[in-house]
């Protein structure tokens, strides 16, 4: 069983940073992608950045983006993927989800979440 769990969210005032962390643990043989989604009150799941076991990268490129206030990183020593949060909105306040695709090395890719983990701007 693998496991991922988040931690580093929190109520922060506009303008303000928070840096999440996501720890894969487990029987884990390999891990592709790494990603953070979010999902505010009252809307559907959305991807906000991913990073590939290489080391690229991808930002959504959404009405309200992430893009250059979000950084996101990854140890692959430590199986864990960080989300450095910068020039914190109201509108970034959400639940955030660690995902994380994982290989087993001989048969199909497959998929975990993390339980989330809440982040609030606001003053």
């Known amino acids: 069983q693998v496991q991922l769990v988040e931690s580093g969210g929190g109520l922060v005032q506009p303008g303000g940073s928070l840096r999440l962390s996501c720890a894969a643990s487990g029987s884990i043989f390999s891990i592709y992608t790494m990603g953070w989604y979010r999902q505010g009150p009252g809307k559907q799941r959305e991807l906000v950045a991913a990073?590939?076991?290489?080391?690229?990268?991808?930002?959504?490129n959404y009405a309200d983006s992430v893009k250059g206030r979000f950084t996101i990183s990854r140890d692959n020593a430590k199986n864990t993927v960080y989300l450095q949060m910068n020039s914190l909105k109201p509108e970034d306040t959400a639940v955030y989800y660690c995902?994380?695709?994982?290989?087993?090395?001989?048969?199909?890719?497959?998929?975990?979440w993390g339980q989330g983990t809440q982040v609030t701007v606001s003053s």
């Open positions: 990073i590939t076991s290489g080391g690229s990268t991808y930002y959504a």
């Open positions: 995902n994380a695709v994982l290989g087993t090395g001989s048969g199909p890719e497959y998929e975990r």
